[in-house]
């Protein structure tokens, strides 16, 4: 069966203990998406196998709206009694094959077991290195070729509020092999060249859970669709805004202006402006001393960078 979201709460009450009793609490749709909340941001569908009036076996896919050759691939679940009838792996086909009908050009999603990676990776997936991140190039680019190329053309920058439209967009920045080890201290996110990282549609969450009701963040996005760059403000006990943020390398130079949303948030909450930067990203730390931060102190064991304890730098704006 095969469902555009939004769909009916009685479903939606059927489908969550389901994927709660496979994946456990906390997962990375909320059931407000199901009800249709971001439909101006995303053609979401479920592919659902269901017996006696209960799920068994469900996958979904999340395509941006605003750029359509992407989307996420979540919920892939079969309930442990049908296992073995390839039920899932059937659901999972089906979604493949739309997507490269619809015109789809890179499909992601994150995955630990290395059982269905074995399966993914028969419908077409790759993993990415450093990460427990895979991705189907429809063309059959390798995923590391695909964000070179996605980044390759340049053009004008727009930054303005994060919502759900770089849900999806957001995905090939950030598992871009930045050179930065700490992308964003606020959300505790690293560049997978250092850190092995687990998720792939937890990215947008991450962001929202962290945020909600603390802060703000931005993205800097192309005329395209592409996102190219997120910057944060997040309060602190200690009355200051720590803010931080990053931007592709194709498109350094708008990194001061990806920060700027961030730090007139903290600036019109009344609150000093605050960065914490390892010690190791030297360039990092010289981009924010550009804006006018100065460093106060180093805070030894402010990072953990592949289970090594780093320095932290913290920085105020004086300017």
């Given amino acids: 069966m095969k469902l555009q979201i939004p ?61 359509p050759g992407l989307a996420g691939f979540a919920e892939v679940a079969t309930d442990p009694a049908v296992r073995g009838r390839g039920l899932a792996s059937a659901l999972c086909r089906q979604a493949v094959d739309d997507f490269v009908t619809e015109g789809g050009v890179a499909f992601f999603l994150g995955t630990g077991n290395p059982v269905a990676a074995r399966i993914y990776h028969r419908l077409g997936w790759r993993k990415l290195a450093g990460a427990n991140v895979m991705a189907n190039i429809v063309d059959g680019r390798s ?75 931005f993205a800097a996005r192309t005329e395209d669709a592409r996102t190219v760059g997120i910057s944060t403000a997040r309060r602190r006990g200690d009355d200051s805004c720590q803010v931080d943020g990053f931007v592709h390398g194709s498109y350094e130079e708008a990194w001061a202006d990806t920060l700027a949303p961030a730090i007139e948030w903290g600036r ?13 990203d030297e360039d990092k730390r010289s981009k924010f001393e550009s804006l006018g931060f100065e460093a106060e102190r180093e805070e030894a064991g402010g990072f953990n960078i592949d289970g090594r304890e780093v320095t932290a730098v913290k920085l105020s704006l004086t300017a």
């Fill in 143 to 217: 995923p590391e070729a695909f964000l070179v190329d996605h980044f390759r053309e340049k053009g004008a920058v727009t930054v303005s509020a994060a919502g759900p439209d770089v849900r999806i967009p957001m995905i090939p920045l950030i598992w871009t092999p930045h050179d930065t080890q700490v992308l964003d201290a606020n959300v505790g996110l690293f560049s997978r060249r250092y850190v092995m990282q687990p998720s792939c549609m937890g990215l947008y969450p991450r962001y929202v859970r962290t945020l909600s009701g603390q802060g703000a963040w």
């Fill in 268 to 280: 019109s909450a009344g609150r000093s402006v605050v960065a914490r930067v390892s010690a190791e």
């Fill in 7 to 67: 769909i009916e709460q009685d479903l939606i009450d059927r489908l969550f203990p389901f994927w709660t009793s496979i994946f456990g609490e906390g997962g990375d749709l909320d059931p407000d998406l199901f009800l249709g909340s971001e439909t101006d941001a995303c053609d979401t569908t479920l592919y659902l196998k269901e017996e006696e009036g209960c799920p068994v076996a469900t996958c979904l896919t999340v395509r941006s709206k605003t750029a």
